[in-house]
Each structure stands twice: as structure tokens, then as C-alpha cells.
């Protein structure tokens, strides 16, 4: 049936592959001039890509205010949070409520967690996807570090349609690392990352297509609001 063999597409990923090479479970490179990050390449088939991006269409993606200096601005891009029940996410200021998990969303979550884990807590709940619909769409420098993210998690970012490149700026010296995402690839940021490094998709001049990116992440459920009793 049309239905179960679209599901399989998301169970089967990379499951030909030796344990050892699916995924990088600690960072690719131990250089401490590198981020402590892995790059793996071609994570989604065009398939899998095709069908998140089909869904993304459907998503109820905002360009929410923030108040920088005093003065408001739409953010410089689109994004929509979608976590389990009670995974409340303060993010640049402004309390997003968990959207449901959408079909291929939730099976793109279901299998980063089958194949990174399971590591109990820190299993991803909630994902941000954020939508940079041309080149002056961007993300600025910044850490994940909400409180009300699993402290020892890693962060897992899925990339989709055009290729833009992350650059990663250590707090210490200002060293910077610059990393081509591209259609389809998988970066895990590994702890401490988030305390060391920043990371930003800086604006291009150039004419770019839409890139669509999910961001995976473990949050403490309920750190916003108690659980009813
Ligand atoms: O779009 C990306 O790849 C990065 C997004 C990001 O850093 C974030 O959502 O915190
Ligand atoms: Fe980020």
C-alpha cells in the first residue's frame, strides 16, 4: 500500500550500513580549532527530502516580533516549533507553544532518536524548524543554551533544499569554522559546543532558493509549566 511504503521510507535510512557508520556519536575531528560537531552527508535520500519538503507547505511557519535595542522587528526568516506535550520553548525571548508533530516530522524524529540513542533525558522532544525563504533571510550568532534544554544533549539539524553555509565562531578568541550544509545533510552539535562556540546562516547577496531547516532538540517537559496534577 501507497501508505506503508511512504512509512518505510523513514524506518529503512541508512539501515544497509554498518552500526559504526551510521551516525558519529562524538565529534568528527578532536582538533580544538574545530567545533565540536559531525557532518554527515547525505542523510536523507531526495525521496525523504521530497516528501518533508511536500509537508513543510502545510506548516503554519511565522516570522513572530522580537524586541532588539528597544525597537521591533519580524525575524529574518520563518519558523514553527513542533515538541511532545509540556516542551515549552523560550527561544530569542518569545514562549513557543509545541504545535503537534506533523506524519514525516514525527517519523524524522522517531529515527534520530532510534538511531543516536535511546540515552535516557536526553532523547530529541521538540524540533524548530526555521524557513529562509531567500539570501537575506539568515540566523546571527548565537548559542543553544536555553535553560530548558537537556544540559549534555546534543543539538541535530537537518538540512533541506538550497545549500547555505554555517559559520561557527569560538568565544574565546573569535576563531571562526565555516561548514556547507547542504540538501539533505545531518550536523550534530556535540556538548560542550553550545558553551564554547556560536553559530549563525549569515545573509548572502546572491539570489538564493528556499532552505528549510529541522532542528532537533531535548528539552526538560514542563520547565515552563508545571504538569497539571
Ligand atoms: O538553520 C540552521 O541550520 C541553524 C538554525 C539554528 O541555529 C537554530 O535553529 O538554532
Ligand atoms: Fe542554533
Redesign the pocket.
Known amino acids: 500500500m501507497k501508505t506503508e511504503c511512504q512509512f518505510g521510507l523513514f524506518d529503512d535510512v541508512s539501515a544497509s550500513l554498518p552500526r559504526s557508520e551510521r551516525l558519529v556519536f562524538t565529534p568528527q575531528s578532536d582538533d580544538p580549532d574545530r567545533p565540536p560537531i559531525s557532518h554527515i552527508r547525505h542523510y536523507l535520500t531526495s525521496r525523504q527530502q521530497q516528501l518533508l519538503l511536500g509537508e513543510c507547505a502545510s506548516y503554519p511557519f511565522s516570522s513572530p516580533a522580537v524586541t532588539v535595542f528597544g525597537k521591533s522587528h519580524p525575524i529574518p526568516r520563518q519558523q514553527v516549533w513542533f515538541a511532545d506535550a509540556g516542551c515549552e520553548y523560550r527561544y530569542s525571548g518569545l514562549l513557543m507553544a509545541p504545535m503537534p508533530w506533523p506524519h514525516y516530522a514525527g517519523r524524522l524524529l522517531n529515527q534520530l532518536n532510534r538511531e543516536l540513542g535511546p540515552a535516557p533525558g536526553r532523547e530529541f522532544n521538540g524540533c524548530?524548524v526555521?524557513r529562509?525563504r531567500h539570501g537575506s533571510d539568515a540566523?546571527g550568532f548565537?548559542a543553544?543554551d536555553e535553560p530548558e534544554l537537556v544540559s549534555d544533549a546534543m543539538?541535530a539539524?537537518v538540512?533541506l533544499g538550497q545549500s547555505r553555509p554555517?559559520l561557527f565562531r569560538r568565544n574565546r578568541d573569535g576563531l571562526k569554522y565555516r561548514l556547507l550544509?547542504q540538501a539533505g545533510d545531518l550536523?550534530l552539535m556535540h556538548p560542550p559546543m553550545q558553551s564554547l562556540w556560536q553559530?549563525a546562516?549569515p545573509k548572502s547577496r546572491r539570489a538564493l532558493d528556499e532552505r528549510v531547516?529541522f532542528?532537533f532538540r531535548a528539552i526538560l517537559p514542563f520547565y515552563h509549566r508545571p504538569a497539571d496534577d
Do not use: R
Open positions: 524548530l526555521n529562509y540566523m548565537h543553544d543539538v539539524i538540512s554555517m550544509l550536523l553559530h546562516i531547516s532542528t
